[in-house]
């Protein structure tokens, strides 16, 4: 068996928590790849809600998803995470099967301009309380920067003590690696 990278890890939580028809988040669109990967799983009848601060990364989404033919399945949101309850209708709630955060700052953007522990604790708390039974949030966590490290500190304190009845949490990541490797926490809704 090959041990999956931190990336192909958190595609393959995505892959098995979504399936045609589902309705995913993007919680930081970035670039794009993820919106599209997201919008490739859930299908034509299905729904990604992306959302982001920085203008750059609606542009870029928008311009990647054109390129895949992808941009009907996606609804982008120049706001941040924290909105995601109220931007998402609440019809749509039950469907939302899996959500991706990438914590830290936009590939090739403003490195001043990064996610905070803040907003990302109330997004979680906001996807755990609309998502359905067995609805899967993946983080995966950059903390080599200041900010970085301040954000995994808070948002690991907060998810270690998620009530195991009505949350599964867990922790992946290479431990002998150089440089502040990135990691992923997965939370499950039990």
């Known amino acids: ?10 595609r393959f939580l995505l892959e098995n928590a979504l399936k045609a028809g589902d309705i995913a988040v993007d919680c930081t ?11 490739s799983l859930v299908g034509d009848n299905g729904r990604v809600y992306g ?4 203008e750059q990364a609606i542009h870029s989404t928008t311009r990647r998803l054109q390129e895949h033919h992808l941009e009907t399945r996606v609804e982008l949101h120049h706001k941040g995470h924290e909105e995601v309850i109220n931007a998402i209708p609440e019809m749509d709630h039950p469907k939302v099967k899996a959500a991706i955060f990438n914590l830290g700052y936009l590939p090739g ?15 979680i708390k906001h996807l755990i309380e609309l998502m359905p039974q067995g609805g899967t949030i993946v983080l995966v966590i950059y903390h080599g920067h200041e900010e970085g490290k301040e954000e995994k500190h808070h948002v690991l304190t907060y998810v270690e003590q998620l009530d195991q009845r009505f949350a599964h949490v867990l922790k992946y990541e290479f431990i002998n690696q150089a440089n502040n490797p990135p990691f992923v926490i997965a939370i499950e809704k039990r």
């Open 1 to 10: 068996m090959k041990v999956l990278g931190v990336l192909p890890f958190a």
């Open 29 to 39: 669109i970035g670039n794009g790849h993820d919106t599209v990967y997201l919008a």
């Open 109 to 123: 953007g403003d490195k001043a301009i990064v996610t905070r522990a803040s907003s990302t604790i109330t997004a």
């Open 51 to 54: 959302f982001d601060i920085q």
